[in-house]
Nanobody
Framework: QVQLVESGGGLVQAGGSLRLSCAAS????????MGWYRQAPGKQRELVAV???????NYADSVKGRFTISRDNTKNTVLLQMNTLKPEDTAVYYC???????????????WGQGTQVTVSS
């Protein structure tokens, strides 16, 4: 089994910054993609940013230029630096990872429990 544990959410004023972190542990052989989704009340879960194992990153258009994703493959961690936050960034942020638990095994997707980010205007 694989666990993803997030930290770093909270309440911040518009224009402020927060940094989210996520650590993966358990039966990990390798991690392919690692990233962040978010879900606001009454809305569908949406991709925020994802980074492949080769460090190639993709961002939602709404966060480009404000958010930066990074990974430490030696520690199985992913960070999301969020700057110039806006009220519309308010959501529960979920870490996810696609993981192989053995060599040449299939990829499984895992999710964290979510961390609340609230941006006040």
């Amino acid at each position: 089994q694989v666990q993803l544990v997030e930290s770093g959410g909270g309440l911040v004023q518009a224009g402020g910054s927060l940094r989210l972190s996520c650590a993966a542990s358990g039966s990990i052989f390798s991690i392919d993609a690692m990233g962040w989704y978010r879900q606001a009340p009454g809305k569908q879960r949406e991709l925020v940013a994802v980074m492949a194992s080769n460090s190639r990153a993709n961002y939602a258009d709404s966060v480009k230029g404000r958010f930066t994703i990074s990974r430490d493959n030696t520690k199985n961690t992913v960070l999301l630096q969020m700057n110039t936050l806006k009220p519309e960034d308010t959501a529960v942020y979920y870490c996810y990872a696609t993981v192989r638990t053995r060599d040449w095994g299939p990829l499984y997707q895992y999710w964290g429990q979510g961390t609340q980010v609230t941006v006040s205007s």
